[in-house]
């Protein structure tokens, strides 16, 4: 890196390997580096922001509950132990364990050489140089390649969130349709305010935090828009 560019090296060094290498993290960090959940849903919405806001609420409260239909209908119908996107990954990891040597050092402690890397695997810790098996929390190639040789089973190594178990209890939340607006009982002159906060106490009873998480969105990006004009 320092040939590429050697102040960026230098800036990115001082500025210490944990703020920006996830693999230094010292916390558990997912692999995506945004977390900006407003702009997926903004996309996932955008057809019906013309409307009012009682009516983007109810359109949300459509989509999420399709949403959790479809996932929780493909959810129940897996028959393995993990879930199909962690086999697909097991099975990419598998294929370049053939590739690696293993020497072992305990039982569930190995040196593991793939030609570029020289590193230890810790299956008791869950552990391996190379930090993939430690952040991803599945079985990196390295990993493989121990369990492989032990004849354990990779689901062990697995963390509970890849098992079709957990996806099957993450889309466990129903979305049900809150009434018609019409027949709630209101005063007249604050009838929208009304019919608003009953969608919103509707939808948050049903005790769905991906709900309220929504309904918090739609709300500040309704009144920052009003802000706006
Ligand atoms: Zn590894």
Not at 45 to 65: F, P, S
Not at 112 to 121: A, I, Q, R, S
Not at 128 to 144: G, K, Q, V, Y
């Amino acid at each position: 890196m320092e040939n590429i560019n050697y102040e960026a090296t230098m800036y990115i060094t001082d500025v210490i390997f944990e703020r920006w290498a996830r693999a230094y993290n010292p916390r558990k960090r997912y692999n995506l580096m945004s977390s900006n959940i407003a702009k997926a849903m903004n996309n996932a919405i955008k057809a019906c922001r013309e409307l009012l806001i009682t009516g983007v609420i109810d359109y949300i409260r459509g989509v999420l509950q399709r949403w959790f239909y479809d996932r929780r209908t493909s959810a129940g119908k897996l028959k393995s132990t993990l879930t199909t996107k962690a086999d697909v990954n097991i099975g990419v990891n598998d294929e370049k364990a053939h590739y690696i040597t293993v020497y072992s050092i305990t039982y569930y402690s190995f040196l593991v050489k793939d030609g570029d890397l020289d590193g230890t695997v810790d299956l008791t810790s869950k552990t391996c140089t190379s930090r993939e098996f430690d952040m991803d929390e599945i079985p990196c190639e390295h990993a493989l390649a121990c369990i492989r040789i032990r004849r354990f089973s990779y689901a062990d190594y697995c963390s509970p969130y890849y098992s079709s178990a957990f996806l099957v209890a993450a889309y466990i939340g129903e979305i049900h349709p809150v009434g018609h607006p019409l027949n709630v009982v209101v005063v007249e002159e604050d009838l929208k305010r009304t019919v608003f906060r009953h969608l919103v106490r509707e939808l948050v009873n049903q005790d769905v935090q991906l709900v309220i998480v929504m309904v918090t969105i739609v709300i500040h990006a309704h009144t920052r828009d009003r802000l706006d004009h």
